[in-house]
Antibody, heavy 120, light 107 residues
Framework: EVQLVESGGGSIQPGGSLRLACAAS????????LSWVRHVTGKGLEWVAG???????YFPDSVKGRFSISRDNSKNTVYLQMDSLSAEDTATYHC??????????????WGQGTLVTVSS | EIVMTQSPASVTVSPGESVTLSCRAT??????LAWYQQRPGQSPRLLIS???TRATDVPDRFSGGGSGTEFTLTISSLQAEDSAVYYC?????????FGRGTKVEIK
């Protein structure tokens, strides 16, 4: 069974940084791309970062230059580094497994999410 | 960016009835569309990909249709466990975007 367990969320002041982690199990980690999708209450879902099995990274314009994503295949863990945070980044962040080695498809497993609150 | 519009925003149906949810895209997606179900207190779950292919363990009460810019998700013989928010998501370019969801409530 695929499991994705996020950690690292919390409260942070505007302009601050936070690093989220996602520990994965139940599949061959280095054979799959992984992404982060955030859920803003009342606004829906937004894909914010993705990393392929080959460690190519992808971001939408809304977070490009502020967010980075990395993976440690030895630890079956993917990370999301978030810098220059603003209130608009307040959301629950889900780690999601892509259906293949490359980015660009849909998501077949989701973690429970970790809440990030940006507020002064 | 492709904008995904879902309708209705919410719907209430009786057990045993059927409901059809709509998802519209601002550009042609071919059949590169997925549907997800998010029950209260849970993370989203993949229901449909390729506009009409059910994911593993998804009951055949769920059926997806459409192509291009107009898509539907039909849930037949509704059960209490189908109470959830349903999201569509395209994967026909960058960035991948989601609709804002349709909330299905069971009377």
């Amino acid at each position: 069974e695929v499991q994705l367990v996020e950690s690292g969320g919390g409260s942070i002041q505007p302009g601050g940084s936070l690093r989220l982690a996602c520990a994965a199990s139940g599949f061959t980690f280095d054979k799959y791309a992984l992404s982060w999708v955030r859920h803003v209450t009342g606004k829906g879902l937004e894909w914010v970062a993705g990393i392929s099995g080959g460690e190519f990274t992808y971001f939408p314009d809304s977070v490009k230059g502020r967010f980075s994503i990395s993976r440690d295949n030895s630890k079956n863990t993917v990370y999301l580094q978030m810098d220059s945070l603003s209130a608009e980044d307040t959301a629950t962040y889900h780690c999601v497994k892509e259906v293949g080695y490359n980015i660009g498809w849909f998501f077949d497993s989701w973690g429970q999410g970790t809440l990030v609150t940006v507020s002064s | 960016e492709i904008v995904m519009t879902q309708s209705p925003a919410s719907v209430t149906v009786s057990p045993g009835e059927s409901v059809t949810l709509s998802c519209r895209a601002t550009r042609n997606l071919s059949n590169n569309l997925a549907w997800y179900q998010q029950r209260p207190g849970q993370s989203p779950r993949l229901l449909i990909s390729g506009a009409s292919t059910r994911a593993t363990d998804v009951p055949d009460r769920f059926s997806g249709g459409g192509s291009g810019t107009e898509f539907t998700l039909t849930i037949s013989s509704l059960q209490a466990e189908d109470s959830a928010v349903y999201y569509c998501q395209h994967y026909n370019g960058w960035p991948r975007t989601f609709g804002r969801g349709t909330k299905v409530e069971i009377k």
